[in-house]
Nanobody, 114 residues
Framework: QVQLVESGGGLVQAGGSLRLSCAAT????????MGWYRQAPGKQRELVAT???????NYVDSVKGRFTISRDNAKKTVYLQMNSLKPEDTAVYYC????????WGQGTQVTVTS
């Protein structure tokens, strides 16, 4: 069982920045594909970004050039740096760890005001 604990969400004005963190409990963190997803009210959960064990990253088109995913294997933590935030980025952001099984964090709220 892998536990994921997100932090760093909050309220920010449009154009601002936030950095999300997700700390994992597994000793095999470096093997996991880590990802950030988000779910806005009334919408389905969507993939925001992923990063592989080899540090290959992938982003949904709507955040390319604004968000950066990174990982620190020594700290067993994945980050999501979010710049130039827009009101449409408002959502609950979830951390995901995937190997043979997928694990989810509890989510952290990000609210962007115009």
């Amino acid at each position: 069982q892998v536990q994921l604990v997100e932090s760093g969400g909050g309220l920010v004005q449009a154009g601002g920045s936030l950095r999300l963190s997700c700390a994992a409990t597994t000793n095999f963190f470096s093997l996991y594909v880590m990802g950030w997803y988000r779910q806005a009210p009334g919408k389905q959960r969507e993939l925001v970004a992923t990063i592989t064990s080899g540090n290959m990253s992938n982003y949904v088109d709507s955040v390319k050039g604004r968000f950066t995913i990174s990982r620190d294997n020594a700290k067993k933590t994945v980050y999501l740096q979010m710049n130039s935030l827009k009101p449409e980025d408002t959502a609950v952001y979830y951390c995901n760890a995937r190997l043979s099984i997928s694990y989810w964090g509890q989510g952290t709220q990000v609210t962007v005001t115009s």
